[in-house]
Every structure is written in structure tokens, then in C-alpha cells.
């Protein structure tokens, strides 16, 4: 049922690098904004970066500024988040999420995927 699909997380130590992919297949979706967001076990949900569907206003989290990066590729039809020098503290789930509705800041988003894990452990 998931719109989205996540893909890139895996296991590294931290100080190295993870590039998280999503892909909307069968669907385009270069007119939605984008955001991911991240949930570690027992906590609620975190946005960690969001993207305005045409690249005028872009968002990143005080505890990701200067480590993460979100971007897109249109002609792709996928959405990036780059992680530079990963902190124990990146543990999560990491959700890619959508919203074509054409308000910014959205308050919510209408698609999502079903997440991808990343740990970061030394």
C-alpha cells in the first residue's frame, strides 16, 4: 500500500556516510513537496528535511545542518538525502513522505513509504 519506496540504509560507524534514495514507481510526482522524516523506537516522528517540489525553499533540522543534504532529480523521478558524518543519534527509521497539494510549509504529507533503517554504531 506504501506510494513511496525508500532505499540506501544499512549499518556503518560513526563518521561515515549513507546516500537514502525514494522512488514513487508508477507515479511522477515532480510537482509534490518532499520531505524525509525519522522515528527511532519509543519516540514520535522527527521531520529532518524538507523540499519545496520546485527547489525555491528548503528545510534541515538544527541537529542534521551541515550533515545532511535533501535534493532531488526530476528526470529520475527520485528524492535524496544525503548523510555526512553520522552520529549514533541518526538511529532511525527514515521516511520519505510527498504532499501534491500545493501549500508550503505543508503541515502534513499524503504519501509515504515504509521506511528504510540506518544505525549508526561504533
Known amino acids: 500500500q506504501a506510494q513511496l519506496v525508500e532505499s540506501g540504509g544499512g549499518l556503518v560507524q560513526p563518521g561515515e556516510s549513507l546516500r537514502l534514495s525514494c522512488s514513487a514507481p508508477?507515479?511522477?510526482?515532480?510537482?509534490?513537496?518532499k520531505a524525509w522524516f525519522r522515528q527511532a523506537p519509543g519516540k514520535e516522528r522527527e521531520l529532518v528535511a524538507a523540499?519545496?517540489?520546485?527547489?525555491?525553499?528548503?528545510y534541515h533540522a538544527d541537529s542534521v545542518k551541515g550533515r545532511f543534504t535533501i535534493s532531488r532529480d526530476n528526470a529520475k523521478n527520485e528524492v535524496y538525502l544525503q548523510m555526512n558524518n553520522l552520529k549514533p543519534e541518526d538511529t532511525a527509521v527514515y521516511y520519505c513522505?510527498?504532499?501534491?497539494?500545493?501549500?508550503?510549509?505543508?503541515?502534513?504529507?499524503?504519501?509515504w513509504g515504509q521506511g528504510t533503517q540506518v544505525t549508526v554504531s561504533s
Open positions: 513522505a510527498a504532499d501534491p497539494r500545493g501549500r508550503w510549509p505543508p503541515n502534513e504529507y499524503l504519501y
Open positions: 523540499l519545496r517540489w520546485n527547489g525555491e525553499d528548503i
Open positions: 508508477g507515479r511522477t510526482f515532480s510537482k509534490s513537496d
